[in-house]
């Protein structure tokens, strides 16, 4: 059930493109993105919903193919701040747990 | 208050003690949930409370952990018979909705010696 994450980590220069991926065996009504920084928690950064409805970060976009099952994050220009670790979590449906994968480790160096 | 608390912030105990946990959620949140992080590794999901709804325990990793949420608002994480595999950071994180964003309060990091 835990949806899987790729790739593990990335290093990236100052204004250069990444994209993590999120694939789940099940069927989805959201996918969650968050990212925790070194000693802190997990913050929110997007939810995307079936249907196609987005909300979250202003510099941060993301897809949701519902018929795939994935979701992709794309981080543009990036910053040495978005430096961490980026988690999707899936949500099924009804009372489901939100799952989270195993995380993806952005590093982002001048 | 404005965000999820927890407590104690740090707790050191020895291999075979009980320890307590706890999380005050954020006001009106009817979905909570707690985590587990070793260091290095991702958010292992532990169990879950919505609304009056029996919990979901199903990732608990042995009968010695157990969690209760009182009146839907506080919840309290007990592991009994610490081990030193125990020693991680516990998160708890709340939403208003199992399908809404979830935050997250700052962590108890468990230590068993």
């Known amino acids: 059930q835990q949806p899987v994450q790729s790739p593990q980590a990335v290093i990236l220069r100052e204004g250069e493109d990444a994209v993590i991926n999120c694939s789940s065996s099940?069927?989805?009504?959201?996918v969650h993105w968050y990212r925790q920084k070194h000693g802190e928690a997990p913050v929110f950064l997007m939810i995307l919903l079936k249907g196609g409805e987005q909300k979250g970060h202003e510099k941060i976009s993301a897809s949701f193919n519902e018929k795939k099952q994935q979701s992709s994050l794309y981080l543009t220009a990036s910053q040495l701040s978005y430096s961490g670790t980026y988690f999707c979590g899936t949500y099924v449906s009804g009372n489901t747990p939100l799952v989270f994968g195993k995380g993806t480790r952005l590093s982002v160096i001048a | 208050g404005a965000g999820v608390s927890q407590s104690p912030s740090n707790k050191v105990t020895e291999k075979g003690k009980d320890v307590e946990l706890r999380c005050d959620p954020i006001s009106g949140h009817t979905a909570l949930y707690w985590y587990r992080q070793s260091l290095g590794q991702g958010l292992e999901f532990l169990i879950y409370f919505q609304g009056n709804s029996a919990p979901d325990k199903s990732g608990l990793p042995s009968d010695r952990f157990s969690a209760e949420r009182t009146g839907g608002s506080v919840s309290t994480l007990t592991i009994q018979r610490t081990q030193q595999e125990d020693s991680a950071v516990y998160l708890c994180?709340?939403?208003?909705?199992?399908?809404?964003?979830?935050?997250f309060g700052p962590g108890t990091r468990l230590t068993v010696l």
């Open positions: 099940k069927a989805l009504y959201s």
């Open positions: 994180a709340t939403a208003g909705a199992s399908y809404n964003e979830q935050f």
